[in-house]
């Protein structure tokens, strides 16, 4: 069964400093890797998917990657703002389900 | 622009009550999907739908029934409402996997339940 950890569990850094976001997983069968955002008492907002035939994907400042062979995603943040405060969640789905596999998320403060 | 929406942002209830918590999604998709967040415990699934009239248990069904009539319409029930169901509910929507396609989760904006 996919099991899906994040580290750290809360990270507080000034503004304006690149970040990196770990994921692991331990099936290196993923059929993709999903990174959320989820601002409080929200929804879960996507922001990047990565398929497995993939190695990364960009969105303006956000860049993804996956590693199946490591098995580790990692989300990069350029330049944060404190726009970019909130809780990162990544998910795996693993070859053969339906359902993705969930980490507990990374808590992102960006003090000004 | 693809959209999952949810019948309620807030909502209270008094214990023993019957909630229904309403789930629509506009893309057309095959799976959909019931989730509880609560803090320190993170998103557990409570039921999974990939077609209508289709259903299974997730983590924690207790407590819990779910409905698909329709396609776009996931449906969860709390036949008697009980004070441990104060959580987050958060439904998501998902496609079929073909080969290739990229199968992104969509969640919607969420109904913060509280039952007194």
């Known amino acids: 069964k996919q099991e899906v950890t994040q580290i750290p569990a809360a990270l507080s850094v000034p503004e304006g400093e690149n970040l990196v976001l770990n994921c692991s997983f331990t099936?290196?069968?993923?059929?993709?890797l999903q990174w959320f955002r989820q601002d409080p008492g929200k929804g879960l907002t996507s922001l990047l998917l990565?398929?497995?035939?993939?190695r990364e994907q960009t969105s303006g400042r956000l860049n993804a990657s996956l590693d199946k062979s490591s098995g580790r995603s990692t989300l990069y943040i350029a330049a944060s703002q404190p726009g970019d405060s909130a809780t990162y969640l990544c998910?795996?789905?693993?070859?053969?389900?339906?359902?993705?596999?969930f980490g507990r998320g990374t808590s992102l403060i960006v003090h000004p | 622009d693809v959209k999952v929406t949810q019948s309620s942002r807030y909502l209270v209830k008094r214990t023993g009550e019957k909630v229904f918590l309403e789930c629509v999604q506009d893309?057309?998709?095959?799976?959909m999907f019931w989730y509880r967040q609560d803090p320190g415990l993170g998103l557990r699934l409570i039921y999974f739908?990939?077609?209508?009239?289709?259903?299974e248990k997730g983590d924690i069904p207790e407590g819990y029934s779910v409905s698909r009539e329709k396609k776009e319409r996931f449906s969860l029930i709390l036949e008697s409402a009980s004070t441990n169901q104060t959580s987050m509910y958060l439904c998501?929507?998902?496609?079929?996997?073909?080969?290739?396609?990229?199968?992104?989760?969509?969640f919607g904006p969420g109904t913060r339940l509280t039952v007194l």
């Open positions: 099936d290196s069968a993923i059929y993709n």
């Open positions: 998501a929507s998902s496609s079929l996997r073909l080969a290739g396609g990229p199968n992104e989760q969509f």
């Open positions: 990565i398929q497995s035939s993939q």
């Open positions: 739908s990939y077609d209508v009239k289709m259903k």
């Open positions: 893309m057309d998709h095959e799976n």
């Open positions: 998910a795996g789905l693993s070859g053969g389900s339906y359902i993705p596999t």
